[in-house]
Antibody
Framework: QVQLVESGGGVVQPGKSLRLSCAASGFTFSHYGMHWVRQAPGKGLEWVAV????????YYVDSVKGRFTISRDNSKNTLYLQMNSLRAEDTAMYYCAKDRGYCSGGRCDCGDYWGQGTLLTVSS | EIVLTQSPGTLSLSPGERATLSCRASQSLSGSYLAWYQQKPGQAPRLLIY???NRATGIPDRFSGSGSGTDFTLTITRLEPEDFAVYYCQQYGSSPPNTFGQGTRLEI
């Protein structure tokens, strides 16, 4: 069965960096796009970034462009989110989600399987 | 960027009743690329509906989606106790960002 397990969250000071990971199993990882979605405490869902099946295309929400980088290692079945210049407003639960398709050419699908999330707190 | 507006913000119903949740897009969604998710406290979102009207794997048939263009609806017939949760719509298919609506809380 599809399993996504996020890790790497924690407490970090403003301006610092952190990398989140998402270990995937139960499906052919290299065939699907992958998303990061976040949820601030008590708030709604915010889509953050997506990467195509082969890593050739990446897209970001405006609020993280230039600070966050999504990447993947298909040999390790792992998705990453490198987060730099962190701000208090980045505090959230971060979920990875598997796209229903390849996510190529700028056309991505929705997330059909989600991990349980990893919590990032940005605070001094 | 496409903005999704969900209504109502909170819906109070009883088990056995019918729930109708709305999602309106700021511009037409070509291909009806609209998904619905359910989220319970402390849990990850779960995909219910994709392509506006297609049930995801394992989703009971009391959940149905409809709509096209800018107006979409999630209908839950005969509410079960486990259906009380927060529901989000999401648009996708056009170039990202794949925005979410602000959510509708379905409460007993």
């Amino acid at each position: 069965q599809v399993q996504l397990v996020e890790s790497g969250g924690g407490v970090v000071q403003p301006g610092k960096s952190l990398r989140l990971s998402c270990a995937a199993s139960g499906f052919t990882f290299s065939h699907y796009g992958m998303h990061w979605v976040r949820q601030a405490p008590g708030k709604g869902l915010e889509w953050v970034a997506v990467i195509s099946y082969d890593g050739s295309n990446e897209y970001y929400v405006d609020s993280v462009k230039g600070r966050f980088t999504i990447s993947r290692d298909n040999s390790k079945n792992t998705l990453y989110l490198q987060m730099n210049s962190l701000r208090a407003e980045d505090t959230a639960m971060y979920y990875c989600a598997k796209d229903r398709g390849y996510c190529s050419g700028g056309r991505c699908d929705c997330g059909d399987y989600w991990g349980q999330g990893t919590l990032l707190t940005v605070s001094s | 960027e496409i903005v999704l507006t969900q209504s109502p913000g909170t819906l109070s119903l009883s088990p056995g009743e019918r729930a109708t949740l709305s999602c309106r897009a700021s511009q037409s969604l070509s291909g009806s690329y609209l998904a619905w998710y359910q989220q319970k406290p402390g849990q990850a979102p779960r995909l219910l509906i994709y392509g506006a009207s297609n049930r995801a794997t394992g989703i009971p048939d009391r959940f149905s989606g409809s709509g096209s263009g800018t107006d979409f609806t999630l209908t839950i017939t005969r509410l079960e106790p486990e259906d009380f949760a927060v529901y989000y719509c999401q648009q996708y298919g056009s170039s990202p960002p794949n925005t979410f609506g602000q959510g509708t809380r379905l409460e007993i």
